[in-house]
């Protein structure tokens, strides 16, 4: 029962209302922020740099009124899985490079110093990738998130791509990822009411599993072609003409606020790649 | 009409708890349906209808408060079974064989049926909502028009035969033809099958036409149940559901202003007619 | 007619795929358990393919960047969690379908048979290769190889040419993202050769063949192409009877 349970929890971006520093940020800072505390959080495999990038978001969480333990608590069903393959990644690892010990040697069952700060580092990784996500998306709506986007590439329309376009994408995906996830499941619903085994058939049954999957997935294809037609014309006959000439209701200015935290983060990143590159283990 | 075919007590639904979206859907729930009639659940939308009828069909499963009980089976124990078939509001949904037949011969092939009793039972599920076999059981799923993907996705649901038939707000939105039909499918499974149908629907014309008992469902919780003459006479308190009262109860109420004495519960257009006459030649 | 009419058309409908290839990749429905030590293969490809075929290959284009951004963000392995191997190859699923269904979908019957032997045979002398170094799997690759081969000339007797065309663009689509995911895994250092191969057969496969049923049913039912075999799988007297 649990998996169609859990595409109604699809929840990219639910937006928390609030009036923290966070909140009040103008979209592109953040989401420049966001994308460089990413390539940070990929550099960074220390231990070391890894717990002071989570004190960091666990205190900027505080800062935004946000509960960690909600957001990890986002993962729910995909908890047991993680575990396992933390696991398998302790157990199989192997050495590693020359500079690490071994713990534990055990058949073909090799623990090592290196094993264990890659799973270790992987977890933190993990934890720090949902902090940064929520706080994009827990303190910005997505009308905001879009147009920020949007403004981001903006620059690109001048050499000739369509940065509009793309951002109106990436609204659009985000705008009817929960309605689909609603129609899969009762989708899926249907088919449990009229006789479908909610187990797939095993590993070995890629036929089955595929005609399955076919008749779960084609009608998800054919209502969101459906759709795309409806909406085309919606927006047509509200004069959508593409991104020349259209303005907002809002246009966002950059505070001197926006100025600082850029500068702030900046400076928190600098640190954390200095200790990431530095001897500290 | 004795003994219930479902019962439903004081269940309470959570959707996703412990995450920000929590949001409780039903508080304190509680019906009761009498074997073999057709009763009526209305409410506000919002109210619970839906997810309580996907307990009835055991897609959810009562936990922690509450308890449903389908025959006199616990349905905390139970997995989604065959005694109940549910058709939602929106057919495409529920449609996702290639072509009419194989949608409408899923479930009975399911059940194990097979050869020319599955055809047969395609067959007289097609007759019942009116699709003609030869004309339809070929046809494309997703080529067919609005009316004729409800009437196939009921089809599918009918070929199973069930015990109980939870209708979700399947006559909203079509043409008065379509209604009156899917109006007779109710009935005649009623009178010939002995089957028992859960109505959800807010149109309350429709309720006082065809329910033999209503259920009033308002935030969560079951607000009035009983005969419909009662339900649908308290005007206060289907408002408070965004509900009103049938046409019927309705044209006496304005007559009853006009300065007729008229009783108000009149069900039928029939009803208020006999009324006002005999109102009139007082 | 409003000249923008196909433009947005486009962005909206690339929306919707992108939308689809997030719901697959993030709820895991679009991994589909297969017999290999690698556990899954996957699904989340088929919107980039039914974009590039329908809507052409810049829509292919950004809802393969879409999958290959979702699916960098879900990985739990380090070979995913490298955006060279995770997005940059997804970028070239739907582009590829696009280019095939360009060339095929007005060819005709002889023109695929043609291609179908050169296939065939490519696949032969690609055996033999591997057979020089491992004997057994060139002889099942060869095998298998042939055997696909003739089941292709029988379909090819009888399907709509559009369909084969439709089947060939998406498996080719789905082999752009094995093979480039699987070449980028080994040029980076993740994989041998040999593992990359053996899961390229054992995964790569199965999901070609998913992702041509799919794309072809899809592609199928939205522009009204007649299937060989039209009608249900119902039993009925009288046409048994009459046949």
Known sequence: MASFASLRNISIGQYHPGDTVFHLLDARVKLSAFILALVVIVIASSYSANILLLVLFLAAMYAARLSPRETLASLGPALPLIAMFALLQ???????????????????????????????VSVMRLFSLLFATALLTNTTTVSALTQGMEQLLSPLSRIG???????????????????????????????????????????????????????????????????????????????????????HLYEPKLSSRDLTSSLVCLAFSGIVIWIAYSPLP | ???????????????????????????????????????????????????????????????????????????????????VGLVFQ??????????????????????????????????WAMEMVGLDFEAFVDRETFSLSGGEMRRAALAGVLAMQPHILVLDEATTGLDPAGQSLIHR?????????????????????????????????????????????????????????????????????????????????????????????????? | MVPNQRGVQRVVTAGLLLAITLLLTFTRIGMIP????????????????????????????????????????????????????????????????????????????????????????????????????????????????????????IWLQKEDTRIVALAIASVVGSFTNTVLVLGMAVFRAYLTAEVALAVGLVHGVPEAIISAIITVAVVATLRQINRKKAGSKLVRENSSTNQ
């Open chain 2, 1 to 83: 009409m004795s003994q219930s075919a479902i019962q439903v007590s004081n269940l309470q639904h959570i959707y996703m708890p412990g995450t920000p979206e929590a949001f409780q859907a039903l508080y304190d729930a509680s019906l009761t349906v009498a074997q073999g009639s057709i009763t009526a659940l209305a409410g506000e939308s919002g109210a619970g209808k839906s997810t309580l009828a996907l307990y009835l069909c055991g897609l959810l499963r009562p936990t922690k408060v509450g308890q449903v009980r389908i025959f006199d089976r616990d349905m905390a124990q139970s997995s989604p079974g065959r005694d």
């Open chain 1, 90 to 120: 302790l157990l199989f690892y192997g050495q590693g490079p020359a500079e690490s010990r071994i713990v534990l040697d055990w058949g073909p069952v090799i623990i090592s110093t290196a094993g264990i700060q890659l799973v270790v």
């Open chain 1, 161 to 247: 791509l369509p940065g509009h376009e793309l951002a109106m994408v990436g609204a659009i995906a985000l705008r009817f990822l929960p309605i689909l996830g609603e129609q899969m499941a009762v989708i899926s619903q249907a088919q449990m009411l009229r006789g479908v085994d909610e187990e797939s058939g095993g590993r070995w049954r890629i036929v089955q599993n595929a005609r399955r999957l076919a008749t779960l997935i084609v009608p998800l294809f054919v209502d969101a072609y459906r759709r795309s037609g409806e909406m085309t014309e919606a927006m047509l006959t509200r004069c959508y003409r593409g991104g020349r000439g259209r303005t």
């Open chain 3, 34 to 153: 297969v017999p290999t030590p690698a556990g899954n293969a996957t699904i989340s490809h088929i919107p980039a393919i039914i974009g590039g075929i329908l809507e052409g290959p810049l829509v292919g284009l950004i809802v393969g960047m879409g999958f290959g951004f979702a699916s960098y963000a879900t990985a739990t392995t380090p070979m995913f969690k490298d955006p060279l191997v995770a997005v940059l190859p997804r970028l070239f699923i739907g582009v590829a379908s696009y280019y095939m269904i360009a060339l095929l979908y007005k060819a005709n019957r002889k023109t695929l048979q043609t291609l179908a032997g050169v296939l065939w045979a490519l696949l032969l002398v690609f055996s033999w290769q591997i057979g020089g170094q491992t004997l057994w799997l060139g002889i099942l690759v060869a095998l298998v190889s042939t055997a696909a081969a003739i089941a292709a000339f």
């Open chain 2, 185 to 282: 499918v109710m009935r005649e499974l009623r009178d010939n099958l002995g089957t028992t149908v859960l109505l959800i629907s807010n149109d309350m014309d429709e309720i006082a036409e065809l329910a033999d008992a209503v259920v009033l469902l308002h935030q969560g919780r079951t607000i009035a149940e009983g005969a419909p003459r009662e339900v649908l006479a308290e005007e206060t308190r289907l408002n408070a559901c965004s509900l009103v009262r049938p046409t019927p109860m309705r044209i006496l109420a304005e007559a009853g202003r006009a300065g007729f004495t008229v009783s108000q519960s009149a069900l039928s257009l029939d009803e208020a007619e006999e009324e006002l006459w005999q109102a009139l030649h007082r």
């Open chain 2, 90 to 123: 929106y057919p495409q949904q529920q449609l996702f064989e290639r072509y009419v037949g194989d949608d409408i011969a899923y479930g009975p092939r399911k059940m194990g049926l097979a050869d020319t009793t599955l055809t047969e039972r395609v067959g």
